[in-house]
Every structure is written in C-alpha cells, then in structure tokens.
C-alpha cells in the first residue's frame, strides 16, 4: 500500500473506527480499489473507497497526465440498516458498484466532484431503487486529508443515492435545487427503501 493510502486509511479509522470488513476489487487494467465497512452505533453502515486517491485525477482534455498536482477523492456511502430495509448481507452487494466508481478516474479519465451524478448500470444493490448517486459536498463525516505540496488533499465525497426520476429531475434542475427538495421534504437519504422525493409542488 502506498505512502498516500496508509494515511487515508488512518484519517477514515480516526473519523469512523475500526473498520469491520473489507474487499478488494481490482479491474483490468486499473490499481485495486478496497472497500472498508464500518458500523457505527445502533443500524448506520458506511462504505468507503480505498484506493482512488493514490492518483490524482485527470482532466480528460489534458495533454498530459500530471502523476502529483490535480484533485484527488475517496467515497463514502451512508446507509441504515435493518428495519424494513434489506438484510446487511444485501447491502454489502453494494461494494462492487462503489468499486466501479472509484476506478471510474482510472478508467474513463473523468474528475469526480461535488455536484456530479455518477450512474451506476445497475440498482446500488439487488432490489434497490437507486442506480445512480449524487456526489455531496466533503468535509462534513471525514475531514480532508492534507498532503504534502504539490499534492493537493484527498477528499472524502459522500454519495447520495438518487431514484431514475430524481437524477432526471436533476439533470434539468441542479444538484442544489435537488438536495433543497430533500431538505425541504425531510427525506431520510440513509434509508435504503426510501421513495423518491416529490418532484411537483
């Protein structure tokens, strides 16, 4: 493991413990993405990347790829379990697609940022209503994780599973516009059986 993922694994354990599970994904022709779970108190899981940061992500339209200055990001995913949700063993399906994500930089040469959708091809895991997911705004969970310069800090991007009709309601409207319905309607973005939000006032 490198220099840069040792420390965003000790900057997530600090943040979110002691991890409980762990896979590793790796993608033909890309670096391995693991996929740390924690458990925190009472029903909350969260899955975070790791693995996404060790290179910086690159503009598609550069010339080059800079290996040291550009963004660099992991993922965390908030869900709450039990209840009527699914079981844990389902939710845990989730970690391919959050791996696919993660490698998306490698693979496709896009920058993740807040404010992005990310399609996923497929439900976040099997039955849910969700295939893609909004990128938030970092710094709320985990806090950034400073690098030395020219390296620019990792970022810990929370992901918002959005429903087929809110991810079209935001491509016409906004992110914000979006995340103000959720605000506005109370709705509980760690619910995995969650409905879509109204989109007609």
């Known amino acids: 493991m490198s220099d840069v993922l040792q420390l965003v694994e000790a900057r997530l354990i600090t943040a979110l413990g002691e991890p409980d599970a762990r896979a590793a994904i790796t993608f033909v022709g890309t670096d391995r993405i693991d996929v740390l779970r924690f ?18 992500m690159t503009s598609p339209t550069a010339a080059v790829a800079d290996p040291l200055r550009g963004p660099r990001a992991e993922l965390v995913l908030t869900v709450r379990a039990g209840g009527r949700g699914p079981e844990p063993a389902i939710l845990d ?25 990310l399609e996923l091809g497929g439900p976040l895991w099997p039955g849910a209503s969700f295939s893609s997911v909004l990128v938030a705004e970092p710094g709320g969970l985990v806090e950034d ?57």
């Open 145 to 201: 994780l400073e690098l030395l310069e020219p390296m620019e800090p990792v970022r810990f991007l929370p992901l918002l599973p959005m429903t087929a009709n809110e991810a079209a309601w935001k491509r016409v409207h906004g992110a914000g516009a979006l995340q103000d319905r959720w605000l506005r309607h109370g709705t509980d973005l760690r619910d995995p059986v969650r409905s879509g939000v109204p989109l007609t006032d």
């Open 93 to 117: 399906e989730v970690l391919r697609p959050l791996a696919v994500l993660a490698a998306s930089p490698q693979v496709e040469g896009i920058v993740v940022a807040p404010g992005a959708s």
């Open 39 to 56: 458990r925190d108190e009472g029903d909350v899981i969260r899955y975070a990347t790791l693995g996404m940061s060790d290179h910086p």
